[in-house]
C-alpha cells in the first residue's frame, strides 16, 4: 500500500507557473503508475495527466498538453507536475493517485483505474 501527500498548490497570476509534487510513502514507488487529476468548484473530477511506472510513457488531457509537465523521480519516491503559463480555468484542487503495475488496465484518464489517492492541493490562478 502506498500513501500519496500532494504539495506545491498556491495562488499564482494567470500566465504564471507552479510545480506541484506527489510524495509517496509505504511502498515501492518505482511499481506505480500515476496520474494527477483537478477537481474544480461544482464540476467533477477530470483527468490531468500520467506517467507509466518506468516515466517512459506520459499523457496528457488537451486542456493542458504543451503547458503541463508530468516526471517522476523513482529515487525520492516523487512525482513531478510543472505547470507553466497557467489560465484562471486551471483553477482547481489537484490530486494525484496511484495504481499498482500487475493492476493497471491501462485507461489512465479514468479515475477508478487507480487505487491510492493523496488528499489534494489547492491551484488558484487569478486573472
Known amino acids: 500500500q502506498v500513501r500519496l501527500v500532494e504539495s506545491g498548490g498556491g495562488l499564482v497570476q494567470a500566465g504564471g507557473s507552479l510545480r506541484l509534487s506527489c510524495a509517496a510513502s509505504g511502498s515501492t514507488f518505482s511499481t506505480y503508475a500515476v496520474g494527477w487529476f483537478r477537481q474544480a468548484p461544482g464540476k467533477e473530477r477530470a483527468f490531468v495527466a500520467h506517467?507509466?511506472?518506468?516515466?517512459?510513457?506520459?499523457y496528457y488531457a488537451d486542456s493542458v498538453s504543451g503547458r503541463f509537465t508530468i516526471s517522476r523521480d523513482n529515487a525520492k519516491n516523487t512525482v513531478f507536475l510543472q505547470m507553466n503559463t497557467l489560465k484562471p480555468e486551471d483553477t482547481a484542487v489537484y490530486y494525484c493517485?496511484?495504481?499498482?503495475?500487475?493492476?493497471?488496465?491501462?485507461?489512465?484518464?479514468?479515475?477508478?483505474?487507480?487505487?491510492?489517492w493523496g488528499r489534494g492541493t489547492q491551484v488558484t490562478v487569478s486573472s
Open positions: 493517485a496511484a495504481e499498482r503495475r500487475e493492476l493497471y488496465r491501462g485507461r489512465y484518464w479514468e479515475s477508478n483505474e487507480y487505487d491510492y
Open positions: 506517467i507509466a511506472w518506468s516515466g517512459f510513457s506520459t
